[in-house]
């Protein structure tokens, strides 16, 4: 339930934040302020609906532990259809 509400309004915005990156610091500026805010709204979005996921499952997150990456088209993402496959 929270990937679908979350992928409804994230990816969106990817395609607009990618035109702004020109440099490699850019990108690791990007990428960790990304990383920041993604680990504490799955912090909220866990509290939110009961804490679903433990805190073990938390820190394998974290740490890119069992976690495979989402298979994004990020050339494909619209307001409209915000992922595929």
């Known amino acids: 339930m929270i990937f679908e509400d979350e992928m409804r309004h994230g990816p969106i915005h990817i395609p607009e934040a990618a035109r702004k990156i020109r440099t490699g610091e850019d990108f690791l500026l990007a990428r960790g302020i990304i990383e920041s805010k993604a680990k504490a709204h799955l912090r909220l979005r ?37 992922y595929s496959v």
């Open 46 to 82: 866990n509290e939110t609906f009961g804490y679903p996921l433990t805190d073990k499952r938390m820190r394998e997150i974290d740490d890119g532990m069992n976690i495979e990456p989402l298979p994004v088209n990020y050339l494909e993402v619209t307001p409209i259809s915000p």
